[in-house]
């Protein structure tokens, strides 16, 4: 079992979850600033930070109490947690996980192949345009043979794109769609709307992304409604007649995707009921208030990435086996005279003395000599790794690393020998987590 699997599918559940959470967060908050697209650039990035991956401390661990009270080699209470064996878990499990993966992305290649065939498509339509002469601004202007609201292309050398309509407007009409566009363009909505679409054909299995892109679009509009009419001075009835006009000509046709449009088929009946009542009389609101709401949210998600790091990072490291050939003499909890029939701490793995021992994960070496511990345990090596975890090697001939050593996954401690009290050469294995022990079958695969 490639445990590596887990922790993606643990994160992606916690990130479905969160942006649910925050999707409705969002939409509470755009009541009450209803023009503020960048209110959905944070929701989005917020949705993530819980699964953001959190640097840990370089500072040598403490040695757990479970080895110094018991010598290392038994336990009055055994450790629940993660009992259960890899072969537990049918291999069948794998490739299943890797399916799922290949399906998604045959799903996105699609999604991301039919945007670009829609963007190309708009290409091929604008060669069949004309060019349309105006004194509002440098963007040039184009129109084409088609019923359609008015938007803006490309992505550098952006151009304003007019249906076949646009000729039959009055001269005011024309001038305040303009200027609409003109705004878009300031703004740099037009490839906002692109990167969204992106995200919506990349992350399509999490369907709050695309109600975040609505939100977003809601937002957009609404602050180029108002940002036309104060930069432009523009009467705001005149401007809500215009927005209706275009409405009704468009309304038997659908916009073009991707592109910042005086109507979207984003908006609802209800969009455009709010967008026009705040063409006619603004929202207030005071800036400052968002700001503190938003810190807030991220202090909350920022203390549940820190509480969540533990149980999502825990497997993305491949764990390595201590030897590279053994085999396994006493198992986890195993009872036996020899240890006063108290249940096995660890594992006991047998190979030739002076076999290299490694590290199992990386880390930071927290014990490595014959005194700190029980003297049955002879020469050892305690490794802190990574979100609460250590690992124990005990009986070894030769250590050789030093107290405080950062050492890398699969990196030499020492070698395999019968120092301490034993009953021949072998290597005794444990795995603790939060200080106590758990069974190291649970994450290595000793096989």
Excluded at 98 to 108: K, M, S
Aim: hydrophobic letters at 45%.
């Amino acid at each position: 079992m490639d445990w590596s699997l887990i922790s993606p599918l643990m994160m992606l559940a916690l990130w479905l979850l969160t942006s649910c959470l925050l999707l409705k967060i969002g939409k509470y908050i755009a009541v009450r600033y209803p023009a503020t697209p960048t209110i959905w650039w944070v929701i989005l990035g917020l949705s993530v930070l819980p699964i953001l991956p959190v640097s840990t401390s370089s500072e040598i661990g403490k040695v757990p109490k479970a080895l110094l009270e018991f010598g290392g080699y038994i336990e009055q209470k055994q450790h629940q947690v993660g009992q259960l064996s890899v072969q537990d878990i049918p291999l069948s499990f794998d490739v299943l996980l890797y399916i799922i993966f290949a399906a998604y992305l045959v799903v996105a290649m699609r999604k991301l192949s039919r945007l670009r065939r829609s963007w190309l498509s708009i290409r091929r339509l604008l060669t069949t345009s004309e060019p349309f002469a105006h004194s509002m601004s440098n963007v040039p202007c184009v129109q084409i043979p088609i019923t359609c609201s008015p938007f803006v292309f490309g992505l550098f050398n952006s151009k304003i794109v007019l249906p076949s309509y646009f000729s039959q407007l009055s001269a005011e009409q024309q001038s305040t769609l303009l200027c609409h566009e003109v705004t878009h363009i300031h703004h740099k909505d037009h490839i906002a709307l692109l990167i969204w679409s992106i995200l919506g054909c990349v992350f399509w299995f999490n369907p709050f992304i695309k109600q975040m892109e609505k939100g977003f679009i809601h937002a957009m509009e609404l602050r180029c409604d108002l940002k036309t009419l104060m930069c432009y001075d523009i009467n705001k009835k005149h401007y809500a007649t215009t927005l209706m006009t275009v409405l009704k000509r468009s309304i038997a046709v659908n916009t073009v995707p991707s592109t910042a449009n005086f109507s979207s088929d984003a908006l609802s009946l209800e969009d455009y009921k709010l967008r026009l009542q705040q063409i006619i009389q603004p929202q207030a609101n005071k800036p400052a208030y968002l700001v503190v709401l938003l810190f807030s949210i991220s202090i909350v998600l920022g203390f549940a990435n820190i509480k969540a790091a533990p149980a999502l990072y825990s497997a993305t490291e491949q764990w390595q086996n201590p030897l590279t050939d053994f085999r396994i003499s006493s198992y986890y909890g195993h009872i036996s005279e020899f240890r006063h029939s108290k249940p096995h701490g660890g594992i006991d793995l047998v190979a030739p003395v002076g076999t290299p021992v490694k590290a199992v994960s990386s880390g930071i070496v927290v014990i490595a000599d014959a005194t700190t511990l029980s003297a049955n345990l002879g020469n050892v090596v305690l490794v802190q790794h990574k979100n609460g975890y250590q690992s124990l090697y005990a009986h070894l001939d030769k250590i050789t690393v030093e107290q405080g050593m950062q050492i890398k996954a699969g990196s030499k401690l020492g070698t395999l020998g019968a120092t301490g009290r034993v009953t021949g050469a072998h290597l005794h294995f444990e795995l603790l987590h939060q200080e106590q022990r758990i069974n190291p079958l649970a994450i290595l695969e000793l096989k």
